[in-house]
T-cell receptor, first 115, second 114 residues
Framework: DARVTQTPRHKVTEMGQEVTMRCQPILGHNTVFWYRQTMMQGLELLAYFRNRAPLDDSGMPKDRFSAEMPDATLATLKIQPSEPRDSAVYFC?????????????FGEGSWLTVV | AQSVTQLDSHVSVSEGTPVLLRCNYSSSYSPSLFWYVQHPNKGLQLLLKYTSAATLVKGINGFEAEFKKSETSFHLTKPSAHMSDAAEYFCVVSGTGGYNKLIFGAGTRLAVHP
C-alpha cells in the first residue's frame, strides 16, 4: 500500500531550535509539495518540487525556512530558528506528472509545537 | 486567478439523513476539482475528483459530486450519513502555472449526530 511517509509525526521544541521534517514521497512520484495547516490560515502551500527541482517556494518565509530534495526519495523542510508562530501541522504530498488533474497524495503530517 | 469557496464552515446532520456540502469555484479555464476529507489528527484523503470527463463523479464511501459549469459549483453529496463521516471536508481546485498546485477551500466541518 503506497503512501507518503512523514517524520517525525509529533515534535515539541523550544523557540530558537532547529527543526527538520522529512518526507518520503510515493515511489515513482516526481512532484512533491509541502503544505502548512493552521486554524487561522487553513492549508497553505509552502513549496513545490518537480523532479527534485524547486519550482515554487513563494509561500515559504525565506528567512527561516528552507526546503530541499537531496534525492528522489527524500524531501526535507527545515526551520531555523523556530518560533512559536511556526506551530502547525506540516503536510508533505506527492504526485505523478504535472497535469492539473493528477491526484496528489498526502502524508499524515508532522505536528509541530514550538514553545 | 483561481479560487474556491466553501459556503458552510459547519454542517450538522443526523445519522441516516442526506449530506450536502457546498462548494463554488472561480477559474478562468476548465478546472480540475477535488474533494478531500480529513479525519481528526489525520492527513488528507482524496474522496473524488473531476477532470473534465463525466460531470457526475462518484467517490469513495458513497460520496459523489456534480460539476455544474453554469453555476460554477461542485457540491458534495451523500444519500445517508454515517457516524464515521464526521470529519473536515475540503473542496480543492487545481491551479495554473503548468503544474498541479492545489488551492484549498477553508473547509467544512461535518458533524453527524445519532
Amino acid at each position: 500500500d503506497a503512501r507518503v511517509t512523514q517524520t517525525p509525526r509529533h515534535k515539541v521544541t523550544e523557540m530558537g531550535q532547529e527543526v527538520t521534517m522529512r518526507c518520503q514521497p510515493i515511489l515513482g512520484h516526481n512532484t512533491v509539495f509541502w503544505y502548512r495547516q493552521t486554524m487561522m490560515q487553513g492549508l497553505e502551500l509552502l513549496a513545490y518540487f518537480r523532479n527534485r527541482a524547486p519550482l515554487d517556494d513563494s509561500g515559504m518565509p525565506k528567512d527561516r525556512f528552507s526546503a530541499e530534495m537531496p534525492d528522489a526519495t527524500l524531501a526535507t523542510l527545515k526551520i531555523q530558528p523556530s518560533e512559536p508562530r511556526d506551530s502547525a501541522v506540516y503536510f508533505c504530498a506527492s504526485g505523478l506528472g504535472q497535469s492539473s488533474g493528477n491526484t496528489i497524495y498526502f502524508g499524515e503530517g508532522s505536528w509541530l509545537t514550538v514553545v | 486567478a483561481q479560487s474556491v469557496t466553501q459556503l458552510d464552515s459547519h454542517v450538522s446532520v443526523s445519522e441516516g439523513t442526506p449530506v450536502l456540502l457546498r462548494c463554488n469555484y472561480s477559474s478562468s479555464y476548465s478546472p480540475s476539482l477535488f474533494w478531500y476529507v480529513q479525519h481528526p489528527n489525520k492527513g488528507l484523503q482524496l474522496l473524488l475528483k473531476y477532470t473534465s470527463a463525466a460531470t457526475l463523479v462518484k467517490g469513495i464511501n458513497g460520496f459523489e459530486a456534480e460539476f455544474k459549469k453554469s453555476e460554477t459549483s461542485f457540491h458534495l453529496t451523500k444519500p445517508s450519513a454515517h457516524m464515521s463521516d464526521a470529519a473536515e471536508y475540503f473542496c480543492v481546485v487545481s491551479g495554473t502555472g503548468g503544474y498541479n498546485k492545489l488551492i484549498f477551500g477553508a473547509g467544512t466541518r461535518l458533524a453527524v449526530h445519532p
